[in-house]
């Protein structure tokens, strides 16, 4: 078991880097994506040092600890960034609240209304076609109004 141990040298940590991150595309779940990281730093360090596989198995041990706060910090830091635009893939959700004019009557619960170069279908009370309509919910493809 010391045999395998002692005989860890560079081209091993590289290796193992390598196959943990490409496990890591086969199943993701950004663990083996660290380890990976870890086992490549101590390859890359082995290359300027030569460390005894007591040291390589502690740098290793270091490195893949201290790649969990350094997972934290990236992943709330892009949290923070995705929050910047709650709408993002939302749109309908960004239109409940505003007031547009109705492109053609609702009658008997339906109409349309023009957003930017869309023509979206409204569903509300009944009203003439020019009314001025604020959309109360977003449900799909379909607007719920009531008049403004």
């Known amino acids: 078991m010391t045999e395998m141990f002692t005989s ?12 943990l991150m490409a496990l890591e595309l086969l199943a993701p779940g950004v663990f083996m994506f660290w ?6 730093l101590v390859g890359l360090l082995s290359f300027a040092i030569n460390p005894s596989w007591q040291t390589q198995l502690l740098m290793f041990a270091v490195f893949a600890v ?6 934290r910090r990236v992943a709330l ?5 995705s929050q910047s635009n709650p709408f993002l893939n939302k749109r309908t959700d960004a239109l409940v609240g505003r007031v547009f004019t ?3 009557p ?3 619960g339906a109409g349309t209304v023009r957003i930017d170069d869309t023509i979206w279908r409204v569903a509300g009370p009944d009203a003439p076609a020019g009314s001025r ?3 109360v919910q977003a449900d799909g493809a379909s607007l719920t109004v009531a008049a403004a």
């Open 66 to 71: 201290a790649a969990v706060p350094l997972w």
């Open 133 to 135: 309509v604020r959309v």
């Open 77 to 81: 830091s892009h949290r923070s960034a």
């Open 106 to 108: 609702i009658i008997d």
């Open 35 to 40: 380890l990976g990281l870890a086992a490549l």
């Open 8 to 19: 860890l040298g560079t081209w091993n940590w590289l290796i193992f880097g390598f196959v």
């Open 102 to 104: 109705l492109e053609k």
